[in-house]
């Protein structure tokens, strides 16, 4: 009978530990974490670079996902389910773009960008990923209204960028840019 306690005892015990370790994961998860108090040190979001230049990231990544969004958004296609989960897959493989856009932060400042500009990219790549999320969710909704907002500020998000950087937009469909 005392073997069978012990065994309930290391039981309970386990149980409990395990519990603990899972909200303790939890909280990490889902706590949010302090950030640098002063902006110019702050880094956004991963410094981790998976393209090998923040122009190969836009044609690459950002102009592919952009032009899939505008043309189901825009071609006055209806909307089924199906292409609501696209609409929504791509809104958050944008989000996950725009987030990678902070680690090209660094390179803006080697070629010598003025602090209104490194703002001015800071500001927007929050934006975009903000505005990201907003599509996503809208879309896993099916609020098409929304969607269609969320995809227009995307948009003049984007032709503010490159206005501002002088960058040359890629015509949809051709490669070519303007």
């Not at 190969?56 to 199906?82: C, I, K, N, P, W």
Request: positive net charge; contains cysteine; proline residues 2%.
């Amino acid at each position: 009978m005392g073997g069978s306690n012990l065994n309930r005892k290391k039981l309970l015990l386990g149980i409990c530990m395990g519990l603990g370790l899972l909200s303790l994961g939890f909280v990490y998860v889902k706590w949010p974490h302090k950030v640098a108090a002063d902006p110019a040190r702050q880094t956004l979001y991963s410094t981790e670079k998976k393209f090998a230049s923040l122009p190969l990231l836009m044609e690459s990544g950002m102009q592919h996902e952009y032009d899939f969004l505008s043309s189901t958004l825009t071609g006055g296609v209806a909307m089924d389910e199906r292409r609501m989960n696209a609409v929504s897959t791509s809104a958050g493989r944008m989000d996950n773009l725009a987030r990678e856009l902070g680690s090209y932060e660094h390179d803006l400042r080697l070629q010598s960008k003025s602090g209104e500009d490194i703002k001015f990219f800071r500001e927007t790549t929050l934006s975009l990923d903000r505005i990201s999320q907003d599509l996503q969710d809208a879309a896993l909704r099916q609020d098409t209204t929304r969607m269609t907002n969320a995809f227009r500020q995307m948009d003049q998000t984007c032709v503010d960028c490159h206005t501002r950087f002088a960058v040359k937009a890629v015509v949809r469909g051709s490669g070519k840019k303007k």
